[in-house]
């Protein structure tokens, strides 16, 4: 059976700027997902859209939507539809000069994963009729276009995640699956050749009956093979919620964790965890700001420390965007308010800024820094305090488990919709 589908979005910006910083937004009415930088320094973004969609049975159909191109030039848009069920584009990499796209579509959402070369032409395009997105299908692609890809069974267990490596051509390599993960963070490439898969577990000591969380790391190579796994350990009694979104490894290869936790008086942090690549701690910190924030995207910055931004999604709203130094110190912060549902997609770096993609309640969105201010010239900081958290990591033993190999060919079309521009809309 082959499946017609329309695809994507060749997108580029265009605003009158009040500012020298950007500030815009598009009314593609649907979810934000993901962005990444090519090598000509044009943004691709990618989520979905239902500006071209209609009604089948009463109920909006939505579809995949992809945006490539410059800040200030206009868009040129592409779907991925097959005009009877909702599709969604959760995550873009860009690797080799091709495009690669994931996410979830057909009637029973099935994951799929899409090639394109420089050209927006299809290369290739694999969906799995027995797999399910865990959410949002987690991709990673290293420097020759190896896609490992992670998703669920519905007939396991909830806890096993199954991981497929495909290669530049299309090809499934292998699927393995991990037990015990309640919550995968991030899938990242290593500069040793690795793919890095980090996850939340929960555990407990069975004659303590005490619960802890542990945050393991798996390190895994082209062929499968893990090695230098460890997980690092923190008291749940201390601790009782833990989140973590971001991995980033330094140039030396040291490894920072980022997300958030709450103690045990309901208060949440900003955590940052560093080791080295072995998993030795080197250090691990509450980072207080009294604004229910949370890390969702970071890079690496010139010192080799990490600038991220942090939002307040579904509590009291805002975005931090801050600087910390390798060893943990907070060097400079921006605080931006904003509505309490707008949340942090990606942190990019555009050679002379940074800039933020956003969900602005089912809009895309950008929001530049440069020169330490935003859009209205804003330069306001919090008061951030540090509190360092006992946490120890270890070896981990683990494997992964074979699994069947479930990806097959499916037909995509490629769509050409009219052009857009975006409009200037600094958020507060």
């Not at 997902?33 to 159909?61: H, P, R, W, Y």
């Not at 050749?193 to 390190?219: D, S």
């Not at 820094?369 to 981990?396: H, L, M, Q, R, V």
């Not at 683990?398 to 521009?421: D, F, G, P, Q, V």
Request: overall charge positive.
């Amino acid at each position: 059976m082959k499946y017609l589908f329309n695809l994507i979005i060749l997108f580029s910006f265009s605003c009158n700027q009040l500012y020298s910083q950007l500030a815009i937004s598009f009314d593609n009415k649907g979810l934000a997902c993901d962005a990444a930088v090519n090598s000509k320094n044009e943004i691709i973004m990618c989520g979905e859209s239902a500006l071209f969609s209609n009604l089948t049975n009463g109920k909006q159909i939505k579809s995949g939507y992809i945006a490539i191109g410059k800040l200030g030039d206009q868009c040129q848009q592409y779907l991925l539809s097959d005009a009877k069920n909702s599709f969604r584009i959760d995550q873009c990499e860009y690797a080799n000069e091709q495009y690669y796209f994931s996410g979830y579509g057909f009637e029973d959402k099935r994951p799929i994963l899409i090639s394109c070369s420089k050209n927006m032409k299809i290369n290739w395009a694999k969906n799995a009729i027995q797999l399910q997105p865990l959410g949002k299908s987690f991709l990673c692609t290293n420097s020759i276009g190896e896609c490992l890809i992670s998703t669920r069974m519905p007939s396991s267990t909830a806890y096993y995640n199954f991981f497929s490596l495909i290669d530049a051509t299309g090809k499934e390599i292998w699927t393995k699956k991990l037990d015990h993960i309640d919550l995968l963070s991030d899938i990242i490439h290593s500069a040793k050749g690795n793919f890095i898969i980090h996850f939340v577990a929960k555990g407990a000591y069975i004659e303590e009956r005490k619960k802890y969380y542990t945050l393991p790391v798996i390190q895994v190579n082209s062929k499968g093979n893990s090695e230098n796994n460890f997980t690092i350990h923190i008291d749940r009694d201390q601790y009782p919620q833990i989140s973590t979104n971001k991995i980033i490894e330094s140039l030396n290869g040291d490894l920072y964790f980022l997300g958030s936790v709450t103690n045990a008086e309901k208060r949440m942090d900003l955590l940052v965890i560093k080791t080295n690549a072995m998993g030795e701690m080197l250090w691990c910190n509450a980072y207080k700001t009294d604004k229910e924030l949370e890390i969702k995207t970071a890079q690496l910055n010139s010192t080799q420390g990490i600038t991220f931004v942090a939002d307040s999604y579904g509590r009291k709203g805002g975005f931090l965007y801050g600087n910390i130094d390798p060893n943990g110190k907070i060097l400079s912060n921006i605080f931006f308010p904003s509505k309490p549902f707008d949340q942090a997609k990606k942190l990019l770096n555009l050679n002379t800024s940074d800039l933020l993609f956003y969900d602005k309640t089912l809009q895309f969105s950008c929001l530049e820094y440069k020169n330490g201010k935003t859009c209205n010239n804003t330069t306001t900081a919090i008061e951030i305090s540090i509190n360092p958290i006992k946490a120890i990591s270890y070896k981990d033993q683990r494997k992964m488990e074979e699994a069947e190999m479930y990806w097959k060919i499916a037909e995509i079309k490629l769509t050409e919709k009219a052009k857009i521009k975006g409009s200037e809309d600094c958020i507060n």
